[in-house]
């Protein structure tokens, strides 16, 4: 059973970028898929993109293709979920979610990271 | 790009009472060689992450209550609350896994 713990808040002027991270424990990182899900306000769930570790392969939904970059680092088992050229748009609630890598069925949920983008 | 819509977009229901949610896929997440229907359910209540209800349409996964339950197949999905709790309030999404994946646009459950 994996637990993910992700970074802390964040403020953010438009044009820049965010980088959160997701630290996975309990569980064999490379048994995983990960993938992030933003929730802005008022909003429904929107999938961003997903990183299977082992492969180092990340393939991302076609609206945030060229902004987003999701990576991960199996020294530390951490994912990691980089946005550039943020607008107030983007000011939402990052979720990092795991699969088993069967299938994309999210089984396992950070807690959220609020990113806000305010000038 | 598979798109998912779900109805009513909220509702509220009495305590005890069942609860009726649809979603509806724009092509079939119906995997013939498995006969799988690629479609899970999450309830998302505020200041929590998403947790995982359904998946393969109609499998509740472990600890889920009972009162859930999940059908349909190919375009058309229902989740049903058989008896509605004050603690299942909360936002409910539909999500297809099938090709890539994508969330419905959720559905608000209330009590009345």
């Known amino acids: 059973q994996v637990q993910l713990v992700q970074s802390g808040a964040e403020v953010k002027k438009p044009g820049s970028s965010v980088k959160v991270s997701c630290k996975a424990s309990?569980?064999?990182?490379?048994?995983?898929?990960f993938s992030w899900v933003r929730q802005a306000p008022g909003q429904g769930l929107e999938w961003m993109g997903r990183?299977?570790?082992?492969?180092?392969?990340?393939n991302y939904a076609q609206k945030f293709q060229g902004r987003v970059t999701i990576t991960a680092d199996k020294s530390t088992n951490t994912a990691y979920m980089e946005l550039s050229s943020l607008r107030s748009e983007d000011t939402a609630i990052y979720y990092c979610a795991g699969d088993s890598l069967a299938a994309r069925l999210f089984d396992y949920w950070g807690q959220g990271t609020l990113v806000t983008v305010s000038s | 790009d598979i798109v998912m819509t779900q109805s009513p977009d909220s509702l509220a229901v009495s305590l005890g009472e069942r609860a009726t949610i649809n979603c509806r896929s724009s092509q079939s997440v119906l995997y013939s060689s498995n006969n799988k229907n690629y479609l899970a359910w999450y309830q998302h209540k505020p200041r929590q992450p998403p947790k995982l209800l359904i998946y393969?349409?109609?499998t509740r996964e472990s600890g889920v209550p009972d009162r859930f339950s999940g059908s349909g197949s190919g375009t058309d999905f229902t989740l049903t609350i058989s008896s509605l709790q004050a603690e299942d309030v909360a936002v409910y999404y539909c999500q297809q896994y099938y090709s890539t994946t994508a969330f419905g646009p959720g559905t608000k459950v209330e009590i009345k």
């Open positions: 990183i299977i570790p082992i492969l180092d392969i990340a």
């Open positions: 393969w349409a109609s």
């Open positions: 309990g569980g064999t990182f490379s048994s995983y898929a």
